[in-house]
């Protein structure tokens, strides 16, 4: 595993399944992120995000990167995880500036009532590290997008996973379910026909979507009528 220190924490990159997945520790924190995904984050530093939601904490190493990287104002994680994660815990006792929630699935109405609560002036960046499935990110999306200020990012990371080889095979783990590229075509498709989607930038590691100005339409992401008549089949 790789490993890096920043002010005295150390972070391990460790991108092994969760169940053989290292546990963070008191100033010890597994970051599940590739170095290209961390580069991406490093690349944001100038503008230094100041109110940050994270969706899907993991072992909370990424809630603690963020907040050595960007210097945060408000930091939230949420996860549905009902067992807090000790070392986070511990590293927020000083900290009022970061709140942690958990028992919360990222598509459920109690998710959104806590990104509001907590960014009552909105959000410079979302990320979702959380499912990776297309039906709860794009509910997530919907719910939480209009909270981002204008110029915002929000950011999903981990899109491509039914691309992967070990997604190919018939009996597969999540054969069945449909590919989270459908969103990413989808808000492709949006950033043509409505200005609040200003930009969408992918790569294979993440998708990030620029806050443009004005809100979703109420139909929000669908996307039919600007198809010409033709379908979108999901994937």
Same mark, same amino acid.
């Given at each position: 595993?790789?490993?890096f220190?920043i @002010?005295?924490?150390?972070f391990?990159?460790?991108?092994?399944?969760?169940?053989?997945?290292?546990r963070?520790?008191? @100033?010890?924190f597994?970051?599940?992120?590739?170095?290209?995904?961390?580069?991406?984050?490093?690349?944001?530093?100038?503008?230094?995000?100041?109110?940050?939601?994270?969706i899907?904490?993991?072992?909370?190493?990424?809630? /603690?990167?963020?907040?050595?990287?960007?210097?945060?104002?408000?930091?939230?994680?949420?996860?549905?995880?009902? @067992?807090?994660i000790e070392?986070?815990?511990?590293?927020?006792?000083?900290?009022?500036?970061?709140?942690?929630?958990?028992? &919360?699935s990222?598509?459920?109405?109690?998710? &959104?009532?806590?990104? *509001?609560?907590?960014?009552?002036?909105?959000?410079?960046?979302?990320?979702d590290?959380?499912?990776?499935?297309?039906?709860?990110?794009?509910a997530?999306?919907e719910?939480?997008?209009?909270?981002?200020?204008?110029?915002?990012?929000?950011?999903?990371?981990?899109?491509?996973?039914?691309?992967?080889?070990?997604?190919?095979?018939? @009996?597969?783990?999540?054969?069945?379910?449909?590919?989270?590229?459908?969103?990413v075509?989808?808000?492709?498709?949006?950033?043509?026909?409505?200005? /609040?989607?200003? *930009?969408?930038t /992918?790569?294979?590691?993440?998708? *990030?979507?620029?806050?443009?100005?004005?809100?979703?339409?109420?139909?929000?992401?669908?996307?039919?009528?600007?198809?010409?008549?033709?379908q979108?089949?999901?994937?």
């Open positions: 595993m790789q490993n220190s @002010d005295g924490v150390e391990l990159l460790d991108h092994r399944p969760g169940p053989q997945r290292g963070s520790e008191k @100033d010890r597994i970051l599940v992120k590739s170095q290209r995904v961390l580069d991406f984050y490093e690349s944001l530093k100038p503008s230094a995000p100041k109110n940050i939601l994270e899907g904490m993991a072992e909370g190493g990424s809630l /603690v990167y963020y907040d050595k990287l960007f210097s945060p104002t408000t930091l939230v994680g949420i996860d549905i995880r009902k @067992d807090p070392a986070l815990e511990i590293y927020r006792e000083s900290r009022p500036h970061i709140r942690t929630f958990y028992g &919360r990222q598509d459920m109405p109690h998710t &959104r009532a806590a990104a *509001q609560s907590s960014f009552p002036d909105g959000i410079d960046l979302v990320v590290d959380a499912s990776h499935l297309y039906e709860k990110t794009l997530t999306f719910s939480l997008f209009p909270l981002v200020r204008s110029g915002g990012l929000y950011v999903i990371e981990d899109w491509a996973w039914s691309h992967r080889p070990a997604y190919q095979a018939a @009996d597969s783990t999540w054969s069945n379910r449909p590919a989270l590229t459908n969103l075509f989808t808000l492709v498709v949006m950033s043509a026909v409505c200005r /609040v989607i200003e *930009q969408v /992918v790569n294979d590691s993440l998708v *990030q979507i620029r806050k443009g100005k004005g809100v979703l339409p109420p139909s929000k992401l669908d996307i039919g009528g600007f198809l010409r008549g033709k979108l089949a999901l994937i």
